[in-house]
């Protein structure tokens, strides 16, 4: 595994080449939304980063968040996966991880401001209250298919509807809760012309922010914030999307990795309605990562190749689950708000199991897709 330092120096567009890291420079992806001027495509990207075994270790040790591992076969291959919370199949049990929000202030060279601690545009509550209120951390009754999976968190009904095989039969109270959940004071990044502008947006102005540049400032608040390796690292800030090397390349709405040390964290963006082409606004960025942080934290669980789908043209062959639906979403009604979760797909679709062994034998959490991946490239062996 390669350090941090090294992948920095490299670039990030060279690490966009490989299959089982970013998003490749190129792909499809869906529809651009033009505001005055600026073309942004919604889009998502890992960082691998850390090591799996060695996190392992510390998760037994108890100074990392709870690891399992497993695997699945595909012909004469073995996939080797690691996991937040405990394995199914190992019984109930209820793993909660503690969340560290970090709201992130972004203050730009020609001096606009984009602060998630202040009521968002249009609203009466401020980005990172809503966040809090979500279904990503607050309990809803969720019943993907028509199948009662539980009444608790986004993500974990999504991993309870994951492996429904096992937990409806032998493990019924298997959870992965996110909490408990403190908030940081917020925490202001400037922003130099050379790494970030601004533009119009819908409703409030949009921020765009060299990812390289975002992410050495979230690593050195997590050693300067003191948080623990035990909990998860969220940061979250408003209407301001990353990009990497020039805007042009712009809008990646969060990210997942972990650092030297094994610790794994997040970025979303909570934006405005109307930014994108699709119903990607207020927690969709966050509901992605963290579904993605779940099952994939290192950014270097292994699939057959897949792609040709969501916001893939090329072939990835990593265990991201929110890539293949980016921009499919559903609406959640908590606390008098409408919020706009992703979709997220299940192990079976990338381990090619027929049937799939998640909830009604589904492939995705809203059964977007009805088969499991194709090869990729088409026709491929």
């Given at each position: 595994m390669e350090r941090r330092s090294t992948r920095y120096l490299i670039g990030f567009l060279l690490v966009c080449l490989t299959l089982s890291s970013f998003v490749a420079i190129g792909q499809s992806r869906p529809a651009a939304q033009t505001f005055q001027g600026l073309k942004g495509k919604p889009m998502f990207v890992v960082i691998p980063g850390g090591n799996a075994d060695d996190a392992m270790s510390q998760a037994f040790a108890a100074v990392n968040v709870p690891l399992w591992s497993s695997t699945f076969k595909v012909g004469t291959t073995t996939f080797k996966f690691t996991m937040v919370g405990t394995n199914p199949a190992a019984g109930s049990a209820t793993t909660s991880i503690p969340v560290v929000?970090?709201?992130?202030?972004?203050?730009?060279?020609?001096?606009?401001?984009?602060?998630?601690v202040a009521n968002a545009c249009g609203d009466t509550q401020t980005p990172v209250a809503r966040t809090m209120n979500s279904p990503i951390f607050k309990n809803m009754t969720f019943k993907p298919g028509g199948t009662n999976v539980g009444t608790t968190q986004y993500i974990d009904a999504f991993q309870r509807a994951n492996f429904w095989h096992t937990v409806s039969v032998s493990a019924p109270n298997y959870h992965v809760l996110l909490g408990p959940v403190t908030v940081k004071a917020v925490q202001t990044i400037?922003?130099?012309?050379?790494?970030?502008?601004?533009?119009?947006?819908p409703c409030a102005k949009i921020g765009e922010v060299?990812?390289?540049?975002?992410?050495?400032?979230?690593?050195?608040?997590?050693?300067?914030?003191?948080i623990p390796a035990t909990s998860l690292p969220l940061f979250v800030d408003y209407n301001s999307f990353l990009f990497s090397g020039t805007p042009s390349n712009c809008c990646i709405l969060g990210y997942h990795s972990a650092n030297n040390a094994n610790?794994?964290?997040?970025?979303?963006?909570?934006?405005?309605?109307?930014?994108?082409?699709?119903p990607i606004q207020d927690i969709h960025a966050l509901s992605h990562e963290i579904g993605e942080w779940l099952d994939d934290p290192?950014?270097?669980?292994?699939?057959?190749?897949w792609g040709h789908v969501g916001q893939v043209s090329g072939c990835q062959n990593n265990l991201e689950v929110g890539d293949p639906v980016t921009g499919k979403?559903?609406?959640?009604?908590?606390?008098?708000?409408?919020?706009?979760?992703?979709?997220?797909?299940?192990?079976?679709?990338?381990?090619?199991?027929?049937?799939?062994?998640a909830v009604n034998g589904q492939y995705t959490f809203l059964k977007t897709f009805t088969v499991v991946a194709a090869k990729c490239p088409p026709g491929g062996p």
């Open positions: 929000i970090v709201p992130i202030r972004l203050k730009f060279a020609n001096g606009t401001v984009l602060s998630p400037t922003v130099p012309a050379a790494s970030g502008q601004t533009a119009a947006g060299n990812i390289n540049f975002f992410d050495s400032k979230a690593q050195g608040l997590i050693t300067s914030l003191a610790h794994t964290y997040a970025f979303a963006a909570y934006s405005d309605p109307g930014i994108f082409g699709v290192f950014g270097n669980n292994l699939t057959p190749p979403a559903f609406t959640a009604i908590l606390n008098g708000f409408t919020y706009h979760p992703e979709d997220l797909v299940f192990l079976s679709w990338f381990a090619l199991q027929k049937p799939s062994t």
